[in-house]
């Protein structure tokens, strides 16, 4: 931990800061160790304060690393306000996507003659490069996904509700080890399949319907995010037709996945096939995301952002094709960008499965 938080002083001197304050919870834990719920980090070049309540007293003294460990009893701007020696200087960085307005105004009260200055992604990019710890923690999260997935196969059936199909999700994670679910399941089944993020419903599971289910966990703080559309009963031509190119697509992506290439450049490879199979106006959203602390993390693989990879990111690759009132196709692999290539971590199957 003290090494990420070195990591983030040479960062906020290159930023131009003279301290940084971080209050995004999972970008707290990843830089000290804390998982609670209450907290606020505060970062110089030369020293780090975590600042929590009565509640964290003793989590925080055996979890945090890195930084001075401070109860406050009336308010973290209250112990900044008191404390001479936790001056943020001249320049303050604060994370903009997630410093509220609340804060800003606190923070103005305190650092009166400071400069606020909101930055995008600082922490996050140091985040994005895991290292061996943290590549084992998450095989472990998509090992437990893997599980879970070959579980359920048995369970979806006509006749069962997609909401049954989540529970067993949520239960089997818990049971396997995770510390729960990195996101509320999604089962779509038939024409519910052309949601993207469509929750589970009190929708029955038909024959000769399509179901994709996208789930994942947490191990130890790290997420997995696993997607599969498996078929129940006979497949139409149709069915078997998109199922084929957003195998093929992400198929593709994964070969082609580079260190130094543009996560656009990478979105374009799945998103190219599956245009030219006449379906690119269904493809929606982007090809992928980081996985980290949160499930989704920087960078956002997509044709919108100019951001580049890197050997060491964890991340998905999940193309689909959604057509309304029909049903939809995602295929989700979480792979570990390597020297020469994408590996998937995942281990559950892609070939259709037809219960």
Same mark, same amino acid.
């Given at each position: 931990?003290?090494?990420?938080?070195?990591?983030?002083?040479?960062?906020?001197?290159?930023?131009?800061?003279?301290?940084?304050?971080?209050?995004?919870?999972?970008?707290?834990?990843?830089?000290?160790?804390?998982?609670?719920?209450?907290?606020?980090?505060?970062?110089?070049?030369?020293? $780090?304060? !975590?600042? @929590?309540?009565?509640?964290?007293?003793?989590? &925080? *003294?055996?979890? =945090?690393? +890195? %930084?001075?460990?401070? /109860?406050?009893?009336?308010?973290?701007? $209250?112990? !900044?306000? @008191?404390?001479?020696?936790?001056?943020?200087? &001249? *320049?303050?960085? =604060?994370? +903009? %996507?997630?410093?509220? /307005?609340?804060?800003?105004?606190?923070?103005?009260?305190?650092?009166?003659?400071?400069?606020?200055?909101?930055?995008?992604?600082?922490?996050?990019?140091?985040?994005?490069?895991?290292?061996?710890?943290?590549?084992?923690?998450?095989?472990?999260?998509?090992?437990?996904?893997?599980?879970?997935?070959?579980?359920?196969?048995?369970?979806?059936?006509?006749?069962?509700?997609?909401?049954?199909?989540?529970?067993?999700?949520?239960?089997?994670?818990?049971?396997?080890?995770?510390?729960?679910?990195?996101?509320?399941?999604?089962?779509?089944?038939?024409?519910?399949?052309?949601?993207?993020?469509?929750?589970?419903?009190?929708?029955?599971?038909?024959?000769?319907?399509?179901?994709?289910?996208?789930?994942?966990?947490?191990?130890?703080?790290?997420?997995?995010?696993?997607?599969?559309?498996?078929?129940?009963?006979?497949?139409?031509?149709?069915?078997?037709?998109?199922?084929?190119?957003?195998?093929?697509?992400?198929?593709?992506?994964?070969?082609?996945?580079?260190?130094?290439?543009?996560?656009?450049?990478?979105?374009?490879?799945?998103?190219?096939?599956?245009?030219?199979?006449?379906?690119?106006?269904?493809?929606?959203?982007?090809?992928?995301?980081?996985?980290?602390?949160?499930?989704?993390?920087?960078?956002?693989?997509?044709?919108?952002?100019?951001?580049?990879?890197?050997?060491?990111?964890?991340?998905?690759?999940?193309?689909?094709?959604?057509?309304?009132?029909?049903?939809?196709?995602?295929?989700?692999?979480?792979?570990?960008?390597?020297?020469?290539?994408?590996?998937?971590?995942?281990?559950?199957?892609?070939?259709?499965?037809?219960?």
């Amino acid at each position: 931990m003290t090494k990420r938080i070195n990591a983030l002083q040479k960062q906020i001197v290159k930023e131009g800061g003279t301290a940084m304050l971080v209050t995004r919870l999972s970008n707290i834990r990843w830089l000290c160790g804390f998982s609670g719920s209450a907290g606020i980090l505060l970062v110089t070049p030369k020293k $780090a304060w !975590f600042l @929590s309540d009565f509640r964290y007293q003793t989590q &925080a *003294k055996e979890q =945090v690393q +890195g %930084a001075e460990v401070i /109860i406050y009893k009336k308010s973290a701007w $209250a112990e !900044f306000t @008191s404390r001479k020696g936790m001056n943020a200087g &001249a *320049k303050l960085l =604060v994370e +903009g %996507a997630y410093f509220t /307005i609340n804060q800003m105004h606190d923070a103005k009260k305190v650092w009166e003659k400071t400069e606020i200055i909101a930055t995008s992604d600082v922490v996050d990019k140091l985040m994005a490069v895991k290292d061996e710890e943290e590549i084992a923690l998450h095989k472990k999260a998509v090992a437990i996904t893997d599980k879970v997935f070959n579980d359920i196969l048995s369970l979806i059936k006509p006749g069962v509700r997609e909401l049954d199909i989540a529970l067993e999700i949520s239960y089997r994670h818990r049971k396997y080890g995770a510390d729960g679910d990195s996101f509320e399941p999604i089962v779509a089944s038939g024409w519910r399949g052309a949601l993207p993020h469509g929750r589970a419903s009190e929708k029955k599971i038909k024959r000769g319907e399509l179901v994709t289910v996208d789930f994942g966990c947490y191990y130890h703080g790290y997420a997995s995010d696993l997607t599969r559309t498996v078929a129940v009963g006979k497949v139409n031509a149709k069915q078997r037709e998109i199922y084929d190119i957003v195998w093929h697509a992400n198929s593709a992506a994964i070969k082609a996945a580079r260190p130094g290439m543009k996560t656009a450049e990478l979105d374009a490879v799945a998103r190219d096939l599956i245009t030219a199979a006449g379906y690119g106006k269904e493809f929606g959203h982007g090809l992928g995301h980081g996985l980290g602390i949160d499930v989704h993390s920087w960078p956002r693989v997509s044709s919108l952002d100019p951001n580049t990879l890197q050997e060491g990111m964890i991340f998905t690759i999940e193309p689909g094709i959604y057509i309304d009132g029909f049903g939809g196709v995602r295929i989700e692999d979480d792979v570990l960008l390597t020297a020469t290539g994408a590996k998937p971590l995942n281990k559950a199957p892609k070939e259709l499965i037809i219960l």
